[in-house]
């Protein structure tokens, strides 16, 4: 059974940082893009980075502006994102998914809330 | 970067059809391939539709998706509508340089 589950999310404030992590299993994670989506509370899903299977290619929304790294360790089928300058934008629930142009399997989020 | 764009709320009746369109701003939308998400509330997105108009395994067949060119707009439609269809439904495609871009995403209504 696939399985992807995040931790890491919680309250930070403003101008601080977060280390997000998504835990997988069920298929050969060093064969897949994974990918970070994020969704502030009432609004719709926008995608936030996406990394290839040996970490060459490593892509970001523009958005982001440099203050979020996509990170993954194949040894331990795990998927990261390290998230630094904080903003209350930032505020949202943020998925891992399997593969960025068809995410065919997603996991059940992690809060992250920014705010003083 | 484009952008796709959908209407932000649609309704319609049990056992009728909804079409969700999903235009798509600047270059081809047949250029790259257009998938379909399906979020119910507190719940993670699932696929309805992959690669514009395949269903994932276990998806029933009242889900389509199509494209057309003339419009440069991708469609997803869903027949004999039931009350577990209610949700919010997101498009998807992508760039050059795997840059995924998402609809806003349509709340559909089943009344």
């Known amino acids: 059974e696939v399985q992807l589950v995040e931790s890491g999310g919680g309250l930070v404030k403003p101008g601080g940082s977060l280390r997000l992590s998504c835990a997988v299993s069920?298929?050969?994670?060093?064969?897949?893009?994974m990918n970070w989506v994020r969704q502030a509370p009432g609004k719709g899903l926008e995608w936030v980075s996406s990394?290839?299977?040996?970490?060459?290619?490593?892509y970001y929304a523009d958005s982001l502006k440099g203050r979020f790294t996509v990170s993954r360790d194949n040894a331990n089928n795990s998927l990261h994102l390290q998230m630094n300058s904080l903003r209350a934008e930032d505020t949202a629930v943020y998925y891992c998914?399997?593969?960025?142009?068809?995410?065919?399997?997603w996991g059940q989020g992690t809060l992250v809330i920014v705010s003083s | 970067n484009f952008m796709l764009t959908q209407p932000h709320s649609v309704s319609e009746s049990p056992g009728k059809t909804v079409i969700i369109s999903c235009t798509r701003s600047?270059?081809?939308?047949?250029?790259?391939?257009v998938q379909w998400y399906q979020q119910r509330p507190g719940s993670a997105p699932t696929a309805v539709i992959y690669?514009?108009?395949?269903?994932p395994s276990g998806v029933p067949d009242r889900f389509s998706g199509s494209i057309d060119s003339s419009s440069n707009s991708a469609s997803l439609t869903i027949s004999g509508l039931q009350t577990e269809d209610e949700a919010d439904y997101y498009c998807?495609?992508?760039?050059?340089?795997?840059?995924?871009?998402f609809g806003g995403g349509t709340k559909l209504t089943v009344l």
């Open positions: 998914a399997r593969d960025p142009l068809y995410s065919d399997f």
């Open positions: 069920g298929f050969t994670f060093s064969s897949f893009s």
């Open positions: 990394i290839s299977a040996s970490s060459t290619y490593r």
């Open positions: 600047s270059g081809s939308i047949a250029s790259n391939y």
């Open positions: 690669e514009d108009n395949q269903r």
């Open positions: 998807q495609s992508y760039n050059s340089g795997i840059h995924v871009v």
